[in-house]
């Protein structure tokens, strides 16, 4: 059984941090490193839009601007998980955050698609008052 499962969401103020994991299992996910990961997050009645990417031996990143020095997405291939560390937290960052994974890669035009991934976590929520 194939499984992405998404910890570490919760009820912040804004200007706190959060660090949410990833966490692959199943036989697909044997060969952790061979995959792109990346985080999406959607908010109440908004499509699901991508937060970052990054590759499977961890040395190149991407991220959407609204994220860029503030969040910063890592792994570690030998616990296969996958990380998103979320500093200053701002209350449009309210969302329910979901990890994602392809083997395939798309490009950084592809990487914002959500139809670029094929295995998906349940979601985090992650909320964040002002």
């Known amino acids: 059984q194939v499984q992405l499962v998404e910890s570490g969401g919760g009820l912040v103020q804004a200007g706190d941090s959060l660090r949410l994991s990833c966490a692959a299992s199943?036989?697909?996910?044997?060969?952790?490193?061979?995959?792109?990961m990346a985080w999406f997050r959607q908010a109440p009645g908004k499509e699901r839009f991508f937060v970052a990417r990054?590759?499977?031996?961890?040395?190149?990143?991407d991220y959407v601007d609204s994220v860029k020095g503030r969040f910063t997405i890592s792994r570690d291939n030998a616990e296969s998980t996958a990380y998103l560390q979320m500093n200053n937290l701002k209350p449009e960052d309210t969302a329910v955050y979901y990890c994602?994974?392809?083997?395939?890669?798309?490009?950084?035009?592809?990487?914002?698609?959500?139809?670029?991934?094929?295995?998906w976590g349940q979601g985090t929520q992650v909320t964040v008052s002002s």
């Open positions: 199943g036989r697909t996910f044997s060969s952790f490193s061979s995959y792109f």
């Open positions: 994602a994974a392809d083997s395939r890669y798309w490009g950084r035009s592809g990487m914002y698609r959500t139809d670029s991934y094929k295995y």
């Open positions: 990054i590759s499977g031996s961890g040395g190149a990143s």
